[in-house]
């Protein structure tokens, strides 16, 4: 591909305006400043490659890219979709997104196993004022069992567990729980009313992961913070 590449610009004169860098994209350090990307990716790294360009800062104007069907469904799907997931969601956070064609298996040679389709990624500026690593964290617990309550995926042991030390940690930062001296059965009873508060009170106690879109998600995190309930 490259040396097929390098030989069609040379042939055209136009050597001098193209610049090729052979590697791994997805291991390579920051990525240069660019304005477009249009590129027909492997579809094992498309999660990857796609998250790598919509954290590239400055923000680049567009990518079009050709992704396998299903990853291209996953990206558009919407709340109620059975595709719907937190691909779905994160990235429409940080990216309009927009199936553009459908490409059948039988254009390509030899053709492959599946269809593909193409895509155009418009990445928001600004980005939406979010800690990443909080979203990040209250997604996977709500999306780990997307087609049970929200209430019911915050009642696990193992996530009760990370919201009782994450809550008893920031407390004792600011002096109104001694950490040491905490009664974990009582924490959680407390982290289990606050939950509970904030979800009745938002709408969303008997809503389920696959049902909430971007501003839902945004708002249960802001509202959680608020009363010292944090993921990470």
């Known amino acids: 591909m490259v040396a097929e590449v390098t030989k069609r610009v040379r042939g055209a004169g136009m050597e001098r305006k193209l610049e090729v860098i052979i590697g791994d994209i997805c291991k390579s350090g920051d990525l240069p400043p660019f304005d477009v990307c249009v590129a027909n990716i492997p579809y094992q790294i498309s999660s990857p490659l796609i998250f790598k360009l919509l954290l ?24 109620g979709d059975k595709l719907y997931c937190r691909l779905s969601l994160n990235t429409q956070l ?33 980005p939406p004022p979010l800690n990443f690593q909080e979203w990040d964290a209250l997604t996977r617990i709500l999306f780990s069992r997307k087609n049970k309550t929200l209430f019911a995926n915050f009642k696990t042991t193992p996530v009760l567990t990370t919201l009782v030390r994450n809550y008893a940690t920031v407390q004792s930062q600011w002096k109104n729980v001694d950490e040491k001296q905490c009664d974990l059965a009582d924490l959680q009873k407390l982290i289990i009313e606050k939950i509970q508060t904030v979800l009745s009170s938002s709408g969303f106690i008997e ?26």
């Open 94 to 126: 940080l990216a309009r997104v927009e199936h553009l064609i459908k490409v059948g298996k039988n254009n390509f040679r030899p053709p492959p196993k599946v269809d593909s389709s193409v895509i155009r990624l418009e990445p928001k500026v600004p």
């Open 56 to 79: 590239h800062r400055p923000a680049f104007r567009c990518a079009i890219l050709m992704v396998q069907r299903e990853f291209a469904q996953r990206l558009v799907a919407q709340p």
């Open 207 to 232: 809503k389920r992961a696959r049902s909430l879109d971007v501003d839902d998600f945004i708002k249960l995190l802001v509202e959680f913070n608020k009363v010292g309930i944090h993921f990470a």
